[in-house]
C-alpha cells in the first residue's frame, strides 16, 4: 500500500512522504495490524531508499 501511494500512476499523482506514512498509521487496527504498522514505521527510510533506487525516474547526482 505504501508504495502504491508513494509512485506516480497513470491516474493520480504520488502521495508526498508525510501523507503517506499519516494514512498508514491512521489506518492501524483498521486496515492494518497495528504489529506490522509499528515495524513499518521503522522502516520508512529503508523503503524510500529502495524506491529510489530502484526508480525508473531520472536520478539527481
Excluded: C, T
Excluded at 506514512?21 to 520508512?44: N, T
Aim: net charge neutral; charged share 25%; no cysteine.
Amino acid at each position: 500500500v505504501y508504495d502504491a501511494l508513494r509512485m506516480a500512476r497513470p491516474y493520480k499523482a504520488p502521495w508526498p512522504r508525510e501523507k503517506a506514512q499519516a494514512f498508514i498509521r491512521e489506518q492501524s487496527g483498521k486496515h492494518f495490524d497495528p504489529a506490522l504498522v509499528a515495524i513499518v514505521e521503522g522502516l520508512y527510510e529503508q523503503i524510500e531508499a529502495l524506491q529510489q533506487n530502484l526508480s525508473d525516474a531520472p536520478q539527481a547526482k
